[in-house]
Structures are given as structure tokens and as C-alpha cells.
């Protein structure tokens, strides 16, 4: 039997970044369990399957109050029994939301070695993005190993004291996945986007657009959400895609400033196939999502980071990144420039990775593993 890696994702970006360490470790000597706590049902399900990865323990949470104590109160007791019965060599969990949190706790309470994929991106500011800089920046002082993504990322860490030995630079895992599912070029399957195809295909200019930090709920989403609005009356040549996130809040809110907005096509989330092709196929990305920071620049796309600050500093200073901010003339005067300059970035030079990374990530765990654990469960 080879010793289990649990690998605890909850989300749908989590998954994403998760799967191409699950696939990696075919043949490794590791065997790898996949353990979705429910934080986001079944968009994780629909992430892992188009990696043919199907989660192997589900945790029995529910939330019928949707806040984060009576989310990490849940995942708690139930990671814990998982723990206890399987008896893994090492727990993976990635980047920092609650499951994160909660993953990273529950088996640092069980003396089993914790390694952070995506490690050691920092804002500094505990209030941007929030709850995720705190949630990261806590996770860090229980792991073991810190896989991350880029030498600046390492950089963050050491100057938290982190030794040394415990530090891997592999390149961010969502290169290896949008690679990968950018290969099959599997058609659209959101009716509305599907349905917006033809008209790319005859030469309109595709702007995609995803929001949903909590911390631009509200007023800072209304200036991005009129300065899109804005942009498709200036550009009759432009049309906004905008997958509009699962919560409620968001969803009204941007409804409400894009519903009947000709040229603009609110849709569900999209399934990661079709969020794939469609930055393959867009003009521009208006985004404050960290993982299309890091996806969109293996296309050639520029991206507008409607954020006052960022984790990714790596692709502004590679130039495939603006930070814009959500200031509504600040969001539309960048967009207008880079529509008008048909700007691409250059193919090939994504700062955050070379496709490889997971092969770095088994290797760094493989080491792990083989290292004697100090810590024991009472």
C-alpha cells in the first residue's frame, strides 16, 4: 500500500489547483485522497470531473447560515474523524479560504505533516483580501512544507521566518491545469456563451468580467460594474461576459447594473472548460479573481485587476497585469486604452509558471513524506 496524501479542497479554484497534483501522483509511490468538505457543493464536483477526479470522501456539512464560524465549526469534527480514520502520511490544502483553514488545523492537531500549495502570498493588509491574507498568513505557521508558487511568493516567507528547508518554489499549479483543459478544446456548453460564439467569430471583441470579493460588495462593485456598462455603450464592437458568482448579494447586485445591458450576457458560473475558452477567446479580463491573474497571461491577454491591492505582483511587473482598482473612471479610462491598442501580452512568458509545477509539488511531498514525523496525535 502506498501512504495516503490527503489533499482537502472545498472550492472551486481550490479543486482547479488541486487536480493536477492528484493527477501527478500516478505512479509516485503516494497515493492520493481527494476530501471535498462541501464549502462550495457541487462546483467542485463539476471542477474536478473535466480532470477525470472524483472527490473520495465528502464530509457531512451543512450550512444553513452561510458564516464562516458555523463553516469552520463544521469542517472541524468532520476533517478530524477523516484524519483519525485513514491515518494519511501528509495533508495537502491550497491557497486560503476557511477549508484551508480548517484543513491545516485539524491535522497539525493530529501531528500529521501539513503542506501549503500556493504558499506565501501576502498583501499585508488583513482587511484586503479578506478573510484570505489572514486566513493565509495563520496557515503558514502550521506547515511544514510551503510549496510556492513563485521565487517572490519564497521571498515573503523567509522574511516570516519560515526555515529555509521547509521552502519549495514549484511554479503555481493553475499553469499545469489551464494548459491541460486548454488542449481537449472542448466546446462551450453555457447556452449563453455558446450563443455569443458566432458573434466573436464574425469579429466582435469579447470582454470577460468576474467579481466577487467581499470586499468590493457594494459601492466598490457598482463602480466596476458602471464602468463595464459604460464600456459596451462606447464599444459597439465589444461584448461583456459576465459569469456571475453564486452568491446571492453578488448576483442581485450585478443584475441589477448589467440585466438589461445590450451586449452584455450575465450567465451561472461557468464550468472550467468554458471559463478556459473563454479567456482564449477574450480581448481584455476585468477581473478581481486571483487565479484568472494567473491564467489569463498563458493566452496573451491582458488582464485589468479591479483590486486596490494584490498578491500577484508578479504579473504587473511582467506587464500582463494592470491594478485598476474599482474606481469607475479609472476602471473604464484603462479598459478604453487597451481596447483601443488591441493590446496583447506576449505567449509563452506566464510569470506564475512553465506547466510543470505539480511534478515539483509530488517530488517535494515525496521528500516529505520520507522525513521522520515529530509530532504525534494524543
Known amino acids: 500500500m502506498h501512504p495516503e496524501v490527503l489533499i482537502i479542497v472545498g472550492t472551486r479554484p481550490e479543486a482547479v489547483k488541486a487536480a493536477p497534483v492528484a493527477l501527478a501522483m500516478a505512479g509516485s509511490g503516494l497515493a492520493p485522497v481527494i476530501v471535498h468538505t462541501g464549502q462550495h457543493g457541487r462546483v467542485v464536483d463539476q471542477a474536478l470531473a473535466p480532470f477525470g477526479l472524483v472527490p473520495d470522501e465528502r464530509l457531512p456539512v451543512r450550512r444553513p447560515g452561510g458564516g464562516q464560524a458555523e463553516l469552520m465549526s463544521a469542517l472541524l469534527p468532520a476533517l478530524d474523524a477523516v484524519l483519525a480514520r485513514r491515518g494519511p502520511a501528509a495533508v495537502v490544502v491550497q491557497g486560503d479560504t476557511t477549508t484551508t ?25 488583513l482587511a484586503a483580501p479578506f478573510p484570505e491574507e489572514g486566513n493565509r498568513q495563520a496557515v503558514a505557521r502550521l506547515c511544514a512544507l510551503h510549496l510556492a508558487p513563485t521565487a517572490a511568493a519564497a521571498g515573503a516567507l523567509r522574511a516570516e521566518s519560515v526555515p529555509v528547508p521547509d521552502i519549495v518554489v514549484t511554479g503555481n499549479t493553475v499553469v499545469d491545469a489551464v494548459r491541460l483543459i486548454a488542449s481537449t478544446d472542448r466546446p462551450a456548453v453555457d447556452p449563453s456563451f455558446a450563443a455569443l460564439e458566432p458573434e466573436l467569430d464574425a469579429g466582435a471583441r469579447l470582454v470577460l468580467v468576474t467579481v466577487h470579493r467581499r470586499e468590493s460588495w457594494g459601492a466598490p462593485l457598482d463602480g466596476v460594474l458602471s464602468a463595464v456598462r459604460a464600456l459596451v455603450e462606447r464599444h459597439e464592437d465589444v461584448r461583456v461576459l459576465l459569469p456571475a458568482h453564486p452568491n446571492p448579494a453578488v448576483r442581485a447586485q450585478v443584475r441589477a447594473a448589467l440585466g438589461d445591458t445590450p451586449r452584455a450576457v450575465v450567465t451561472e458560473p461557468l464550468g472550467y472548460p468554458d471559463l478556459v475558452r473563454a479567456l482564449r477567446r477574450a480581448a481584455l479580463v476585468i477581473t478581481d479573481s486571483g487565479g484568472i491573474q494567473e491564467e489569463a497571461p498563458t493566452f496573451g491577454v491582458p488582464v485589468l485587476v479591479a483590486r486596490d491591492v494584490t498578491e500577484r505582483l508578479e504579473a504587473v511587473g511582467a506587464g500582463c497585469a494592470r491594478l485598476v482598482g474599482t474606481d469607475r473612471a479609472r476602471v473604464l479610462e484603462a479598459a478604453d486604452q487597451a481596447l483601443a491598442a488591441n493590446l496583447r501580452i506576449p505567449t509563452g512568458a506566464n510569470p506564475f509558471g512553465d506547466g510543470h509545477a505539480a511534478e515539483r509539488v509530488v517530488a517535494a511531498l515525496r521528500r516529505l513524506v520520507a522525513a521522520p514525523v515529530l509530532v504525534s496525535a494524543s
Open 101 to 125: 483553514l480548517a484543513g491545516a488545523l485539524a491535522a497539525f492537531w493530529r501531528g500529521v505533516p501539513v503542506a501549503h500549495l500556493e504558499a506565501g502570498l501576502r498583501t499585508g493588509d
